[in-house]
């Protein structure tokens, strides 16, 4: 069975930094398309980061130059370095990929920017 697997969500200061990871498991075959989404309460899910499938990575504007996406293909890991955080960025957040044309997310975390 297939699963992404996510970590690294917490409770961090404004101005500080999380790496989340997510990781696929139980496929043998490459995560494409991964992104990074979230949903604080009374919202809608948005678009965080992503790497498309013909390359590149695309950002939402209130994040860019603060959150990186990655990944690392041998270990069909993605990974949302997060930077400058602002008590804004608090939100549940989702990773999200296509194995073999079916589309999986993860199971979500947590992250809370406050003083």
């Known amino acids: 069975q297939v699963q992404l697997v996510e970590s690294g969500g917490g409770l961090v200061q404004p101005g500080g930094s999380l790496r989340l990871s997510c990781a696929a498991s139980?496929?043998?075959?490459?995560?494409?398309?991964p992104g990074w989404y979230r949903q604080a309460p009374g919202k809608e899910r948005e678009l965080v980061a992503g790497?498309?499938?013909?390359?590149?990575?695309n950002y939402a504007d209130s994040v860019k130059g603060r959150f990186t996406i990655s990944r690392d293909i041998a270990k069909n890991t993605m990974y949302l370095q997060m930077n400058s955080l602002k008590p804004e960025d608090t939100a549940v957040y989702y990773c999200?990929?296509?194995?073999?044309?079916?589309?999986?997310w993860g199971q979500g975390t947590q992250v809370t920017v406050s003083s």
């Open positions: 999200n990929g296509v194995i073999l044309g079916q589309m999986y």
């Open positions: 139980g496929s043998i075959f490459r995560l494409t398309a």
């Open positions: 790497i498309p499938s013909g390359g590149g990575t």
